[in-house]
């Protein structure tokens, strides 16, 4: 055969799960795969087609008429789709379609062209059919009335130095929706974006590159005191290996936490997942990343070295796993590789260099740049450059110290830099002798940065020490705004407070953030690197400022916890973000209520204020580890009103917490605790509450009769104090209660009743709780077209709100509805969406209360189990057979 030269089109096609096939259908998959050739030579040759290579059940084929190409594509795949495969079911066949210039080269092609549709081939699904722009250009006007072109947009594939529109074909008898494409740009990432560039350390990031490269390095970690850019480097690292993770990459920043025992928390939540359920977070984290190929950043770990096992025992659960860390320690664990970060290349005093060059060292190129970013229209002349180059070899090279230096531009010659510079170094070199080398020339710069300041810039830098994470102006004002304002200070105040806070972020002393909130607003947060924190800190401990601060911070951010939690539902999702973004500055708030003398009330107020967050953000176990050391230090007799108020609301929020990880027991004791002490006080609003959730409790435990005894008291109490939030609450748990033991005129009045409540409050989200209530109740009772209406309204709030475990549990109802009209396939095909949303939901860790997901998730299996096994009766499908049989095994009451 002579193959054709010129424009060519390729046609490639692949069974998807092959392997698999063959390993479970040995004999089988003899005939299947001899039809399959069949279908897809008859078909390719016959529209004119060369077929140039076989490689197991991989076609290769060209064609000088890209119509022709698309043809054989479409017509095999519906072929193929129709084809009645036996047990196996469907045979999922890729196919890919790309037009390039080719050549043939003895037996078959080039490889430039087929490097492109091999990738292209390797980004689509089974039953899906892929073509290229430049395929999708020549015969766009060429299409049947029914056949359409879907843009899936422009993608990076893997090797391929630029980016390809890729087209999805949309015609009758092919599936039309599928996963999204495997692609690069399908890689996830959440590494932060610097607004300065990168500069020198090439040797550094090709070394590092090539360590996380090698099979058989996992842990990397990169060393070096503050200020020696272990953090930039790292993620220019993790930004150059993307590509190569199949499953991104993940940035965990530490530097907010000083708790060990929050290393897997801070993990999962930086991965997006919920710590919910009975599970230990860390089995959850082990669980998420046990397949996954992914590159996960650590930085900061000094904050948390005692963790150091942890991330061992994560490598040993995920076998593609790697882990970049940067900490100013080495871990200390099997397997470990460090890589000390060296300062940035110096000029070498030994030798003259001409003044190109001299700018082209790393570190004096580095204080060009941050110079002119603060002073565009500085100009470096000879001396000058020779004093920055001194600048840089003073300060060891280290890039903190080097751009704190190049911020004073602005004001000072580099040549009056390098004065002052040098007696402070020697001032401070005195009396740091014990510090290294490096690390006295850092903070000798930092010191010498400070003393630079006017009066109330330095009292203000020293004020921010006390915040974590970052901070707004409002914050500021209300934090350290009164201290500012009674400072000592002699000089006029002409500059309010915001001008202050810029003129910091000018000196290279504070950063600036701006993020879009929502609703056109930009927040402007002001964030101080560690290093320097800690400098701001130590002037607080020196001035005596340090306790005062601390206390107005938290109780600041007590104030912003509380509102949030009063927050009506419409506005909860905005105030839960902004929680989040004070996150770090709560944990803060959080230690220095473990640690100072009166601190204890504040803690137990942070608890109740907090439950909502918590469970919202899945730190259940972050909650209650906090909530069990702090009622720890709480006093038990003779202590104020307020405070045994504040450890009673404590310990039932702990209660709820336990309860939704399924600690059933522990749940019982702290709600039971916590319901003492409320009725000693006497609060018939906290006693309610607590009333209510030990209710639940209860009935999840088995006992029906002291559950609905505790319930009707707590509803009588939400009644008198108008709580309809709560009334609700307890209607639906009476009415479940109700249910379970067969009375379903009671549970349609429960039901019913909370309906109408959440209606009345415009409580979206109790409403489809009492809708999907009532829907199931229908179904109970045979009225299925009531339940259909009530289902299809919930269905519709659910996908409003996004709610997930509502749409999943809705499908389920119309799943059980079409089971009972005798639809059995349908049936199977809506539970089997159900069980995937479910089975989603769980693997994101979304759940807040894992006895109603496992009770749904069984009732699921159990439907499934049943439905699909009379769909495969029905046809006399083996395969189906089996399948009902694994719903019924995991579903063990089936």
């Known amino acids: 055969m002579t193959l054709p030269g010129g424009i060519i089109t390729f046609l490639f096609t692949s069974i998807e799960g092959s392997t698999r096939l063959w390993e479970r259908y040995p004999d089988l998959m003899q005939s299947v795969l001899r039809r399959h050739h069949e279908i897809l030579r008859s078909t390719i040759e016959g529209l004119g087609g060369y077929i140039f290579d076989i490689v197991g059940d991989a076609f290769y084929a060209a064609f000088t008429d890209p119509y022709a190409a698309f043809s054989a ?29 080719a050549e043939p080269d003895g037996s078959g092609y080039v490889s430039l062209p087929l490097n492109r549709v091999a990738r292209l081939l390797e980004a689509g699904y089974g039953g899906q059919i892929l073509l290229s722009q430049t395929t999708q250009q020549m015969i766009h006007d060429r299409l049947p009335p029914d056949v359409t072109l879907r843009d899936l947009g422009v993608r990076r594939l893997r090797d391929l130095l630029h980016p390809m ?41 090709m070394s590092v590159r090539a360590l996380l490269r090698r099979p058989e390095v996992r842990l990397v970690t990169l060393t070096g005191p503050g200020g020696t850019g272990k953090t930039r480097l790292g993620l220019r690292v993790a930004a150059d290996l993307l590509d190569e993770f199949t499953h991104g990459a993940c940035f965990v920043g530490l530097a907010s936490i000083s708790d060990p025992s929050l290393f897997n928390a801070a993990v999962a939540q930086a991965l997006g997942l919920k710590d919910a359920g009975s599970q230990p977070v860390a089995e959850k984290l082990k669980s998420f990343l046990r397949d996954r190929n992914l590159l996960l950043v650590l930085d900061n770990f000094e904050h ?14 995920a076998p593609r796993l790697k882990v970049l860390v940067t900490s100013r320690e080495v871990l200390r664990v099997y397997g470990e590789y460090e890589f000390p970060v060296p300062p940035l290349a110096l000029p070498n005093p030994a030798h003259v260099q001409t003044l190109e060059a001299l700018a ?53 010659h580099p040549r009056d830099i390098l004065e002052r510079l040098d007696s402070r170094l020697e001032l401070l070199t005195g009396g740091a002798r014990d510090l290294p080398a490096r690390q006295q020339s850092l903070r000798a710069t930092i010191d010498w940065s400070y003393h630079l300041l006017s009066n109330t810039e330095q009292h203000l830098f020293a004020l921010l020490g006390v915040f974590a994470g970052g901070c707004t102006v409002e914050a500021v004002a209300a934090v350290a705004g009164a201290s500012l304002e009674n400072s000592a200070d002699s000089e006029p105040r ?97 230690e220095w209520s473990l640690t100072a003398q009166d601190g204890a009330e504040v803690g137990l107020r942070f608890g109740w204020a907090l439950l909502n967050f918590w469970e919202l953000r899945g730190l259940l176990s972050e909650g209650r580890t906090y909530l069990g050391r702090i009622l720890s230090r709480s006093i038990f007799s003779g202590i104020p009103r307020t405070q045994a ?13 336990a309860f939704s990880q399924g600690d059933y027991l522990e749940a019982r004791a702290l709600l039971q605790e916590s319901l003492t002490l409320f009725q000693t006080a006497g609060d018939a609003s906290d006693i309610s509450t607590t009333m ?88 109970h009772c045979g009225d299925n077209t009531r339940a259909e209406t009530l289902f299809a309204e919930s269905l519709h709030l ?9 749409i999943a549990l809705c499908i389920f109802g119309f799943g059980r509805l079409a089971a009972d009209r005798g639809q059995f396939e349908r049936a199977a095909r809506l539970l089997g969406a159900a069980d995937a949303i479910l089975a989603a939901i769980d693997a994101a860790f979304e759940l807040t209360d894992r006895t109603d997901f496992e009770q749904s998730l069984s009732y699921v299996h159990a439907h499934l189990s049943e439905t699909v096994f009379l769909s495969a009766y029905e046809e006399g499908r083996l395969m189906a057979l089996d399948r009902a049989i694994e719903y019924a095994l995991i579903n063990k009451r089936s």
């Not at 890689?187 to 974006?193: G, I, T, V, Y």
Request: a negative charge; aromatic letters at 6%; hydrophobic letters at 45%.
């Open 73 to 101: 594509a479409l017509t095999a795949q519906r072929a193929l789709m129709a084809e009645p495969w036996g047990e196996i079911g469907e045979l999922l066949v890729r196919m890919a379609l790309h037009t390039d210039s």
């Open 165 to 205: 529109t890729i087209f999805q074909v949309i015609a009758p008898g092919l599936r039309a929706e599928f996963p999204p494409l495997k692609t690069l740009d399908t890689r996830s990432f959440n590494l932060p974006a610097y607004p300065t560039s990168f500069i020198g350390r090439h040797p550094e990031l």
């Open 304 to 317: 948390v070295i005692s963790a150091a096992p942890a991330v061992t025992e994560l490598l040993t659960a």
């Open 360 to 412: 082209d060292e790393p570190a004096v190129a580095l204080f060009l740049e941050r110079a002119r970013a603060v002073n565009p229209d500085l100009e470096f002349g000879d001396e000058d450059l020779r004093a920055v180059a001194k600048i840089c070899v003073r300060l060891d090279g280290l890039p903190l110290a080097i751009e704190l230096a190049a911020a004073w531009t602005r004001e000072l």
């Open 494 to 590: 002409d500059l309010d407070l915001e001008e202050i806070l810029a003129l910091l972020v000018d000196k290279s002393l504070l950063g600036l953030e701006e993020r879009d909130i929502g609703d056109g607003i930009i927040e402007r947060r002001f964030v101080m690197l560690e290093t320097i924190r800690g400098y701001a800190r130590e002037l607080l401990v020196a001035r005596g400022e340090l306790e005062t601060l601390c206390r107005r911070h938290a109780e600041y951010y007590l104030a912003l916890a509380e509102h949030v939690a009063g927050a009506g539902e419409e506005e909860s999702e905005r105030w839960t973000d902004r929680l989040e973004r004070e996150y770090a500055n709560i944990r803060a708030a959080l």
């Open 645 to 657: 108020k504040a450890r009673a609301r404590a310990l039932s929020v702990a209660g709820r917490l």
């Open 692 to 779: 209510a959730r030990l209710g639940m409790v209860i009935f999840c435990m088995g006992d029906c009769s002291t559950a609905r005894a505790l319930l009707q008291q707590a509803l009588a109490l939400f009644h008198e104090v108008r709580n309809l939030s709560g009334t609700i609450y307890a209607l639906n748990t009476l009415g479940e209660i109700a249910r379970h033991e067969g009375d379903y005129e009671q549970a349609e009045q429960f039901y019913s009743q909370a309906l109408e409540l959440s209606r009345q409050i415009g409580s979206r989200q109790r409403t489809i709780l009492s809708l999907h209530n009532l829907g199931h109740l229908a179904l």
């Open 798 to 806: 659910s996908r409003q709100l996004g709610y997930r475990m509502g």
